[in-house]
């Protein structure tokens, strides 16, 4: 029996603004944050290296694909984030505002010129770029815990290399943000509410589940993104390494679920639906970015509802929050969860606007393609 809507997500509906900005990170001093992990740590005693190939084949790739942070990257190109903001294609200026009719009088913004509008978009970059930072810590644990878990031996030596590469990940993020961004920002509450839920489940495909598919599949759609609208070359090359990872890893998590979702029964495949919907959820919620608002001294629902965000029909149709979901969709149709118990989690996507990247090119196939780097860097070498 499928739990509801309003159960699995604690609130009376998907897009209950109120419910969703009740809650924010209010810990903002906390220096450590603790969660059990509730799983055993699993030994296997079948070293049998190869049995599962495509884990095999992604491991020994993985081992020629490292790259090192503090050397392949130009950390000295100068970074002027106001005058990147002016340049990119996202940042709002009065002139887009008065094309677009939107009328700011009577409110918060009445007062705002370009150089308030500048100030948001290096705070929203601040913010953006803190969140990935703490997505990536997120990923280092769950990978790790991953290595405990998983019952496979391919899947311990090629999660192991994750754990090197998420390592990175943060090391680079934290770098960039330190010395090349004007400030930084705690972990939002959605972000960490679902990184929580991910590692205190139990079992271990609910961690590949939680990270590998739905938030590394995010976090490359949005990487991806970023990498196309950024002027910054130092920021475009991070991410460029960064994304040659996540391929890797998002095809880590279809491999391994696909084997092990055809052992389950509807009811055992029900709640991964259920908590893939969860997941889905949560992130969207974040991209509220409700900390920058409350940063400009800006009321949080005044901006929302000035960028639209809390009407439900614009919400779904805003085109680059969907794209967001545009690796995820098509990973959960091919590991059965969009059609199994009569297209439960279909009928959600639907709701959130998202089930029609479902044919899009799924990650299995693209890793192949972001190989890139790894030639790129063979070549910088041999020079
Ligand atoms: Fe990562
Ligand atoms: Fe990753």
Redesign the pocket.
């Known amino acids: 029996m499928s739990r509801t809507d309003a159960e699995i997500l604690d609130r009376d509906g998907v897009n209950d603004l109120d419910a969703i900005l009740a809650l924010t990170n209010t810990d903002i001093s906390e220096s450590i944050h603790a969660v059990t992990d509730n799983a055993d740590a699993i030994f296997t005693w079948n070293y049998e290296k190869g049995e599962r190939p495509g884990l095999n084949k992604l491991y020994e790739k993985a081992k020629h694909s490292m790259w090192n942070g503090e050397t392949d990257l130009d950390w000295s190109i100068e970074v002027d984030q106001e005058r990147i903001a002016r340049e990119s294609p996202m940042t709002m200026n009065t002139a887009l505002i008065a094309e677009l009719g939107i009328d700011l009088s009577r409110t918060s913004f009445a007062s705002w010129g370009d150089e308030e509008w500048i100030k948001l978009a290096v705070e929203s970059q601040n913010w953006s770029l803190s969140q990935f930072m703490h997505g990536e810590q997120g990923?280092l644990v769950c990978t790790a815990k991953i290595v405990e878990t998983v019952p496979w031996i391919d899947a311990k030596y090629y999660a192991s290399t994750?754990v090197m590469?998420?390592a990175r990940?943060v090391e680079v993020f934290a770098k960039y943000l330190d010395t090349k961004c004007s400030g930084h920002y705690p972990v939002n509450h959605h972000l960490r509410a679902l990184l929580d839920d991910i590692i205190s489940d139990s079992r271990w495909d609910m961690t590949y589940l939680g990270m590998q598919i739905m938030i590394?599949g995010l976090?490359l759609a949005a990487f991806g993104l970023a990498y196309q609208v950024t002027p910054d070359p130092l920021l475009k090359q991070l991410l460029r390494y960064v994304m040659s990872?996540?391929a890797r890893?998002v095809a880590f998590g279809v491999l391994s679920l696909q084997e092990y979702y055809t052992e389950l029964n509807s009811a055992e495949l029900l709640e991964r639906q259920e908590f893939a919907f969860e997941a889905a959820v949560r992130m969207r919620d974040r991209f509220l970015q409700q900390e920058v608002w409350e940063n400009l001294g800006i009321p949080v629902r005044e901006a929302i509802s000035l960028f639209k965000q809390d009407d439900p029909e614009l919400k779904n149709q805003d085109p680059f929050q969907q794209l967001l979901f545009s690796k995820i969709v098509p990973n959960c149709k091919k590991l059965g969860l969009l059609d199994a118990n009569d297209g439960w989690l279909r009928k959600r996507f639907d709701t959130l606007g998202v089930t029609q990247f479902e044919d899009w090119a799924d990650t299995g196939e693209e890793y192949e393609l972001l190989d890139e780097v790894a030639k790129d860097r063979a070549a910088a070498q041999s020079e």
Do not use: L, R
């Open positions: 990923a994750q590469d998420e990940h590394e976090a990872d996540e890893h």
